[in-house]
């Protein structure tokens, strides 16, 4: 245990009034007592500095843990805005968008196959566009046909009606009968 005692300085010599710390440490294999002491106000003093010190140190290491975490954070950051853009293009219509995306890790990895998806999503959009317009083509070639062939009904429907009130006005107009009959009946 330290024996706490007031002892005068060097500097102020006779002036019992300085507190003072001393441990007495007895070791037995020698024999011998090690006895060490201190002024209060100097182990205060030290301690503060020391205190102060690893204050500065742990700030130190705060700023640049920060800095460090800054620039770790923009590093994962910036590349995952860069794909939330070019998705938010994409979805406006943007098939020719691309994010731009060039890393060896996991958000490389995700940015190429997002990258890949918008390529086959333009293929697909690009072949669908196609077999749409071959398929319009078609149907307005079938839709012109098909107006040929009523045009054509309706002519001949007219033309029939025609011959049916041409024939009528002959068969009423004779005052006998005439009637085909056919050798087999």
Known sequence: RPLAYLWDKPSDAGNYVY???????????????????????????SSRLLGNRILAIAAAIIGLAGLLLYF???RLVAPLQQLALTASRVRSGDLEARSGVSRNDRIGVLASAFDGMIARLRENVATLG??????????????????????????????????EARQRLILDAIPAAVAYIDGEE
Not at 29 to 41: E, K, L, M, P, R
């Open 130 to 163: 196609r077999s749409v317009s071959e398929r319009t083509s078609e149907l307005e070639d079938a839709n012109r046909q098909l107006r040929e062939a009523v045009e054509l009904q309706k002519r001949s429907q007219a033309e029939l009606a025609e011959a």
């Open 19 to 45: 507190e003072k710390l001393a441990w007495v440490r007895h070791f037995p294999g020698f024999d011998w007592y090690i006895a060490s002491s201190v002024y209060v106000d100097e182990l205060q003093a």
């Open 72 to 74: 770790v954070a923009r």
